[in-house]
């Protein structure tokens, strides 16, 4: 390992806007990636061999050449979900990092895993789900260590968070992003609600109910909000099909953040009406067999309508999915494999 991995600066300097904190001019060492400013470096975090084996993050920082946060943008915690993974992509292409003030750390996919043996929900080796497992640890299977790695390797290392999903690889999705009003710092919550408003996506679901245990903080952006970090969640693109508008919104999203946190120059924007979406609930299947649903997204629905059906495998109706509040479909899975308890829907209230 070279001396300069272990040489960071540490000079603290007042950023220019005088409602900014104040900012270290660090430089980062994130896996094998040491930052240099004024460059964009790519490399890996390795995750070590435990019970299953090793794998790797891919990872690039964008360091700028003037003090300023740290972001992280992360992308392919679930594997089949590839509009906000090729939106990085394009998001490091065209950073131009001699505008950036601050540190940009991108993971591009954070579950390998799962990308490459293109899996839904759950990791092909474990069978876990990574955004169900944070912290993580050093000493669990694949999804744990991996979980790990981003708490100590990103995590610990940014001041705010987006982990960008969209709908999996078997959910048709309206884009939407979560706003986690976690109730312990004020402060924290509103910088969240504002990073959720920056990022553009005009629906916001509220959240109220993610866990405040720093030991079983379990969402990946749950996770840097528990420490004072403000982070959301987004959701944009479905079905496993990375399309034009899709990505380019999820790259809008990550520019519009940089320019909120005056991270580059330029207009800083807030969705200026959003639609706040509380109570949400999740529908999960009765039974296993075949889903035939029943509505598009963003359709209204009152209380008691029919999502959609299950039939047997011989294509016997078994059991009817009902809307249990009146709401709009923010996903509806639209593949027919079902296993009982998975999601089928989601159904949102939108504010008046
Ligand atoms: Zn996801």
Redesign the pocket.
Known sequence: MLLNALVYLTIRTRASSSQSPIFAMTLLTVGSVVARPGEKISGYIEVPEGVDPATRIPVTIATGTKPGPVLALIAG??GS?PSPILALQRVRRELDVSQLAGTVIIVHIANLPSFTQRTI?RGPWDQKNL?RMFPGSPYGTVSERIAFAITTQVIDQCDCLIDM????GNESLRPYAYWNQLGVDESVDARARDLALAFGLDHIVIDRNRPRDSAATVFCSNTAHVHGKPAV?T?AGGVGVPTEDMVELNVRGAFRVMRHLEMLPGPRELVEHPVWIEPSEVLSSPDTGTWHPLVQLDQHVEQGALLGYLTDYFGERIADVRAPIAGIVMYVVVSPAMGRGEPVAMVGVPSA
């Open positions: 915690i679930h979900e929900y955004n999903h969209s709908g999996d969640t959701e």
